[in-house]
């Protein structure tokens, strides 16, 4: 991995200190648990008051951390891209995010591995939660279908992505796109 010319480490006997853009992040690993401590925002970056906070800086640090996290990896006996690619044909081809009661244990007993390794390669190498991932496509689908059939309700078209309520879907659409689904379709 290829860090940010702003980022500075420091590794210290019981953990790393990540320094970035202004924010401290020291790791310390104590038994088999590891501790993340945010320390304190230490930049302005020319913001004004109450300093802009870059997603680039979070990501990295989340990405740094399931690298710690991940270092002890479950996935040694999986063939990585074949699940990636097999997650990604059965998701898409078989649209099992519709299924609004589809749970991590299920996809990964279809993808023949244990959910802490499923949960481990969509965590440390897709950058994302099964939850996010779930919601991304269903969004995606989501999207289409408000730009597609002008006939069917904000909750039809809810239900038929995947989302069992209009408030998680209007929150998860919200949360995509930064705007509700009425108003990705009034835009459209």
Known sequence: MILHWATTIFIF?????????????L???????????????????????????????????????????????RLGSVSVDERIAAMTRIMREE??????????????????????????????????TFRAYLNGLRIERAKSFLLEDGASTILDIAFES??????????AFRNETGQTPSEYRKCR
């Open 13 to 25: 006997c019981h953990g790393v200190l990540f320094l970035h853009h202004g924010i401290a992040v």
């Open 27 to 73: 790791v310390i690993e104590k038994k088999t648990r590891i501790h993340y401590i945010v320390a304190a925002l230490l930049g302005d970056f020319g913001a004004g008051p109450g300093a802009r906070r870059s997603p680039g800086t979070y990501r990295l640090i989340a990405s740094l951390a399931a690298r710690i996290r991940y270092e002890r990896s």
């Open 95 to 128: 649209e099992l995010y519709r299924d609004p009661a589809l749970t991590l244990e299920e996809l990964a007993e279809r993808l023949g591995v244990n959910p802490h390794q499923l949960s481990e390669l969509l965590n440390s190498l897709m950058g994302t």
């Open 162 to 171: 995947g989302f069992n309520s209009k408030s998680a879907f209007n929150a």
